[in-house]
């Protein structure tokens, strides 16, 4: 794969249970979530082998054009946020959803960083909603970082490719109260 240092890369994430039952809520099944941003009206095949078999997809924002979220759909449920490219709240589409997968609070917002920095208003959403887990994109970089006892994660842009950055899905699995973070990155051109 082109410019690739890992196709994989994940980390266990062992933490306290969540404010709706952690573990018990799935019953000690995993539960895997598909990761996706910055798509930017390309719909890359990979996203296909990658997400076979998730049970829900989180879109970050950035979509670029509505076919990508009915192609997403066609995988599992999806639960998408708008963001700067799609003209936010314009779209039709909410600019920030929190949502319970899981037993696990997770909010989706597009811009929680910028400039490398977490932002004001991504600090006060975070201080607000208090989620486990917070999904976000718009740096086009794969991130997983904690802020207080939230993990927060970018899976990285799976759009066009741009400055010298991989491209890249990611996936959640949730188990026994576990998060396991995946980041999976794709080929610079898109199948």
Same mark, same amino acid.
């Given at each position: 794969?082109? =410019?690739?240092?890992?196709?994989?890369?994940?980390?266990?994430?062992?933490?306290?249970?969540? #404010? +709706? /039952? /952690?573990? +018990?809520? *799935? @019953?000690?099944?995993?539960? $895997?979530?598909?990761?996706?941003?910055?798509?930017?009206?390309?719909?890359?095949?990979?996203?296909?082998?990658?997400?076979?078999?998730?049970?829900?997809?989180?879109?970050?924002?950035?979509?670029?054009? #509505?076919? !990508?979220?009915?192609?997403?759909?066609?995988?599992?449920?999806?639960?998408?946020?708008?963001? @700067?490219?799609?003209?936010?709240? &314009?779209?039709?589409?909410?600019?920030? &959803?929190?949502?319970?997968?899981? =037993?696990?609070? !997770?909010? !989706?917002?597009?811009?929680?960083?910028? /400039?490398?920095?977490?932002?004001?208003?991504? #600090?006060?959403?975070?201080?607000?909603?208090?989620?486990?887990?917070?999904?976000? =994109?718009?740096?086009?970089?794969?991130?997983?970082?904690?802020?207080?006892?939230?993990?927060?994660? *970018?899976?990285?842009?799976?759009?066009?490719?741009?400055?010298?950055?991989? $491209?890249?899905?990611?996936?959640?699995?949730?188990? @026994?109260?576990?998060?396991?973070?995946?980041?999976?990155?794709?080929?610079?051109?898109?199948?």
């Amino acid at each position: 794969m082109t =410019g690739m240092l890992s196709k994989h890369r994940s980390s266990q994430v062992s933490r306290r249970p969540s #404010r +709706k /039952g /952690g573990a +018990k809520a *799935n @019953n000690g099944q995993a539960i $895997r979530i598909g990761v996706i941003a910055d798509t930017h009206g390309l719909f890359d095949r990979a996203i296909l082998r990658h997400f076979t078999g998730v049970d829900h997809i989180l879109h970050a924002g950035d979509i670029g054009d #509505r076919s !990508i979220l009915k192609q997403l759909e066609a995988i599992a449920p999806v639960t998408a946020v708008s963001g @700067n490219v799609d003209g936010y709240g &314009k779209s039709g589409v909410k600019a920030e &959803k929190l949502i319970d997968l899981a =037993g696990k609070r !997770i909010a !989706i917002r597009h811009i929680l960083y910028e /400039g490398g920095k977490l932002t004001k208003e991504g #600090r006060v959403f975070l201080d607000r909603e208090q989620p486990d887990v917070c999904i976000f =994109g718009h740096t086009h970089q794969s991130k997983i970082e904690w802020f207080g006892s939230t993990l927060l994660f *970018n899976p990285g842009s799976a759009g066009p490719k741009r400055f010298k950055l991989q $491209r890249g899905l990611g996936v959640l699995t949730i188990k @026994n109260g576990a998060i396991t973070p995946t980041h999976i990155g794709l080929d610079d051109r898109p199948e």
